[in-house]
């Protein structure tokens, strides 16, 4: 019997596109345009999905929603495409983060890794309250000006492996 890969919901700005760097020493990567806008997209996101995805269930989980399998599939030469959350605009939760909602009603139960630049107390809370009920919960929380970095690859990668 095939074992069901753990999600991984992956978020874009701030994850794959880069922001808030000196402009003088921006990290490897280049402008990108999405819709006339420009975003700097690290050089290492494709190679770290690709990785990713031998272990994972890719979800786009950003404001981007469908743009971001519009356009990083072929920036990235991810050579596939990847599902993505749609998320209400007007969430009726106080005090939530904006995409716990959507994360919860696509996972289930599910293993889930959630990789973002904006997690906050409610996030972690939403997240540790999963772990207690059973399912195994990895926020991995990246700085907007690096995003997504070989010691995150490895970071979800061992804990994808040591799920049972």
């Known amino acids: 019997m095939e074992q069901t890969p753990p999600l ?3 978020d874009v700005d701030g994850v794959i596109s880069l922001f808030g760097f000196a402009p003088d020493s921006p990290p490897p990567g280049r402008f990108h345009l999405v819709d006339g806008i420009p975003h700097y997209l690290s050089s290492g996101a494709g190679e770290h999905l690709r990785a990713l995805s031998e272990r994972f269930e890719i979800v786009w989980c950003t404001g981007w929603e469908e743009k971001a399998d519009e356009h ?7 050579g596939r495409s990847y599902p993505h959350l749609t998320f209400a605009r007007h969430p009726g939760r106080a005090h939530a983060h904006w995409k716990l909602d959507e994360i919860a009603a696509h996972a289930g ?6 990789i973002d630049d904006a997690h906050d107390d409610e996030c972690r809370a939403w997240a540790a309250a999963r772990r207690r009920a059973g399912s195994a ?3 991995v929380t990246t700085a907007p000006a690096d995003g997504l970095l070989d010691a995150h ?3 979800l990668t061992r804990w994808a492996a040591a799920l049972p």
């Open 8 to 10: 991984l919901f992956v």
């Open 109 to 114: 139960d599910r293993a889930l890794a959630w």
């Open 137 to 139: 919960t990895l926020l």
């Open 153 to 155: 690859v490895a970071m």
């Open 72 to 78: 990083l599939p072929h920036a990235l030469a991810l």
